[in-house]
């Protein structure tokens, strides 16, 4: 279980659940313009050059348009949206140690202060726009052989999930 939820996983995971919606409508989406953010040029090792694609430009994005608007299941998604003001992040489940606790909130302090995003971690009783739930690794091997861990969008816990999988909407 361990190697599974190393922090670079990890950090992965919850990058995938910052960008999913919930489909609690009473949070509001808006297709507003991003906010202009200007990054620092890209690092490289001395003696590194930027790594040349033969792709075009045209390539890459339908990739990217087709891994974007579909979750793993197979599920299309109709459209990309984003959290309008403040989000609350939960962590439920069997919790591997302070190392994911460590790892968790350096993540949260990078994404506020490198994305402007403002995300707080909130006890696993109170109610948050994401829900992280831990398991055990068996317990996720038979539901989903293959994954180290899923994203499934208006979804708040395990029993809410496993309720509601052969649903039309899952």
């Known amino acids: 279980m361990r190697r599974i939820l190393r922090s670079p996983l990890l950090l992965v ?13 009473s949070n509001r989406v808006s297709r507003a313009a991003p906010v202009d953010i200007k990054l620092p040029p ?6 590194a050059r930027a790594p040349q694609s033969d792709r075009s430009n045209r390539s890459i994005a339908q990739d990217f348009m087709f891994l974007a608007f579909q979750l793993e299941s197979g599920r299309k998604l109709p ?10 992040l939960r962590v439920t489940g ?6 994911t606790r460590r ?15 403002r995300i707080s971690q909130v006890d696993s009783a109170e109610p948050a726009n994401i829900t992280v739930q831990f398991l ?5 091997r038979r539901a989903v052989p293959h994954a180290a861990c899923f994203v499934a969008p208006g979804v708040s816990s395990w029993a809410e999930f496993t309720s509601g ?6």
């Open 103 to 117: 790892d968790l909130k350096k993540l949260l302090s990078r994404l506020e202060s490198e994305a402007g995003i």
């Open 136 to 140: 055990k690794q068996d317990t996720l």
């Open 94 to 99: 069997f919790t591997p140690g302070s190392a």
């Open 42 to 47: 890209m690092k490289f090792p001395a003696g």
């Open 79 to 88: 459209a990309l949206s984003r959290f309008e003001g403040p989000i609350a």
């Open 13 to 25: 995971a919850f990058a995938f659940l910052v960008a999913c919606a919930p489909l609690d409508r």
């Open 165 to 170: 999988r052969h649903s039309s909407g899952g």
